[in-house]
């Protein structure tokens, strides 16, 4: 197989399972990457069929992406966050073929029809979707990955530096977990607002010079 999923994962045992079984039902191999979680995350992945990677600390999204990646050796990568609901092959296929037909460079996954939330915060926000197909030298290539916490900025911004050619991909049915749904409602609530304040303080900081 020419396509490994990476899937960064952190305290996520209730859900990788699912997510790794439909990668292994579209005929993937997975690699996932435990970002020092302090549940059962490590084992349940193994469990359900894929290989993993354990990170003694939490390095964040974007660290235990790059630790993964150093470790790709297919031609093409397929990215998906460990909990995702509703996710089935042939999105993981939507957003592959035109990767690996060489139509596009990067194939940015974005649900629909998934759950009024959700679809809401991936349609306000696609540009932060963790489901991305693309070939694994052009991520490798990617410079700053690793400067925030999560990768998805550095990689935006790498797709307008280099005129990637890229497009969303809608993937109907599909949604994820949502923060407040798996840490309680104000702990959940406290990790987004400080997501979007890194993120725009990156933003802020690319404007400016900074």
Known sequence: MDTTVLIPAYNEEAH??????????????VLVVD????DHTAQAAERAGARVLRL?????????????????QTPYLLMLDADLVGLKPQHLWA???PVRSGKLDMAIGVFK???????????????LSGQRACTTAW?????????????????????????ARWAYIELPGASQIMKEQ?????????????MYADLLRYRLGKRFGA
């Open 16 to 29: 990788i399972a699912l997510v790794v079984a439909v990668a292994q039902e579209a005929g993937l191999p």
């Open 35 to 38: 970002d020092g979680s302090t």
């Open 56 to 72: 003694p600390e939490n390095r964040g999204k974007s660290g235990a992406l790059a630790y993964g990646l150093a470790h790709v």
């Open 95 to 97: 957003m592959l073929e």
């Open 113 to 127: 029809s998934g759950g009024l939330m959700t679809d809401f915060g991936n349609r306000a926000t696609p540009f």
């Open 139 to 163: 991520l490798k290539s990617v410079p700053n990955l690793t400067e925030r916490r999560w990768p998805e900025p550095a990689i935006t911004d790498h797709l307008a530096r280099t005129q």
């Open 182 to 194: 798996k840490r309680g409602f104000w702990r959940g609530l406290g990790m987004r607002l400080r």
